[in-house]
């Protein structure tokens, strides 16, 4: 079982530039999850999806958008590359039973 | 927005003693989760509480759920060098979705052999 996969697991921006981080689950859940982690601050909700075409922005969605075509990917795209976006990103998938989240490895994204 | 207020955020301990982090809402709680992160890492689910006043015990981990649901510590006897990383608490806001969770900021610990 993969569980949650995230690539890429480092990338280095220009400012102005795009990408897309793409998450994958293969364990059928329905709750989907990206979170920005910044040193010392805790994990911070950027977008979530209850469901393939199911989308909501969380805590911290300015600058990034989303998409969930089907249950297994939730793509998160960065538009316009900031310094501000510096940070690790991590994609969770949630068990509907226990409400466990399973973290992806994350992406280390730097913008210069 | 809803906040979950954590510490300490940071504690050094010699190895064998204890340890404990407290997580605070302002706001009741449905539920509460604990993750662990190590080093370099991702965090991973350690538990979930539901009920008013629930404890739960994982080897030499105390988990604990306030009488009020606003609070909730975690616990750690005689801690060793694996217990070295960050600990998070994660809760849902009653009359929020249950499907988000807001975290604490986390507390590292630190385990001196």
């Known amino acids: 079982n993969a569980g949650v996969t995230q690539t890429p697991k480092f990338r280095i921006l220009k400012i102005g530039q795009s990408m897309t981080l793409q998450c994958t689950q293969d364990?059928?859940?329905?709750?989907m999850y990206w979170y920005r982690q910044d040193p010392g601050m805790g994990l911070k909700l950027i977008y979530y999806s209850v469901g393939a075409g199911i989308t909501d922005k969380g805590e911290v969605p300015n600058g990034y958008n989303v998409s969930r075509s089907t249950t297994e990917d939730f793509p998160l795209r960065l538009e316009l590359a900031a310094p501000s976006q510096t940070s690790v990103y991590f994609c969770a998938s949630r068990a509907l039973g226990t409400g466990e989240l399973f973290f992806g490895e994350g992406s280390r994204l730097t913008v210069l | 927005g809803q906040q979950v207020m954590q510490i300490p955020q940071y504690q050094h301990v010699q190895e064998g003693e204890d340890f404990t982090t407290y997580c605070n809402s302002s706001t009741t709680l449905s539920n509460i989760q604990w993750y662990k992160q190590r080093p370099g890492g991702h965090p991973v689910f350690l538990i979930q509480?539901?009920?008013?006043?629930e404890v739960k015990k994982q080897k030499r981990l105390t988990f604990q759920f306030g009488e009020a649901k606003k609070n909730s510590s975690l616990h750690i006897t005689a801690t060793q060098t694996t217990d070295v990383g960050t600990y998070f608490c994660a809760g849902t806001h009653s009359g929020a979705g249950s499907y988000q969770l807001t975290f604490g900021k986390g507390t590292k610990l630190s385990v001196i052999p």
């Open positions: 509480l539901v009920k008013s006043g």
């Open positions: 364990m059928n859940h329905n709750y």
